[in-house]
Nanobody
Framework: QVQLVESGGGLVQPGGSLRLSCEASGFSLDYYAIGWFRQAPGKEREGVSCISSSGSRTYYVDSVKGRFTISRDNAKNTVYLQMNSLKPEDTSYYYC?????????????????????WGKGILVTVSS
């Protein structure tokens, strides 16, 4: 079964950290650009961060620059999103996405179009 499975979400206090994982099953991530987007109830979805298949190019939305880091371990078929200095406004459902359609990481993250696979999402809550 082809799927992306997110893990690592939960409740954290403001200023805290979480690391999200996105593991692929049923296919290899080697040739896929991977990204994370988020959507809170009543809000538009937002591309948070994307990484190219080689890992050499990354994109971050301005609101998370300097706080979030995306990385990938192709040997483990997994992509990570390290989230530090979390703020209440980071509270959202986070989704993993993958594409092999040759999109730039900026296009992938800003348009959220041309996506081959979507995860089911995981909740991150930042609250005291």
């Amino acid at each position: 079964q082809v799927q992306l499975v997110e893990s690592g979400g939960g409740l954290v206090q403001p200023g805290g950290s979480l690391r999200l994982s996105c593991e692929a099953s049923g296919f290899s991530l080697d040739y896929y650009a991977i990204g994370w987007f988020r959507q809170a109830p009543g809000k538009e979805r937002e591309g948070v961060s994307c990484i190219s298949s080689s890992g050499s190019r990354t994109y971050y939305v301005d609101s998370v620059k300097g706080r979030f880091t995306i990385s990938r371990d192709n040997a483990k078929n997994t992509v990570y999103l390290q989230m530090n200095s979390l703020k209440p406004e980071d509270t959202s459902y986070y989704y993993c996405i993958a594409t092999a359609q040759g999109l730039t990481v900026q296009s992938m993250c800003t348009n959220l179009a041309g996506i081959d696979y979507w995860g089911k999402g995981i909740l991150v809550t930042v609250s005291s």
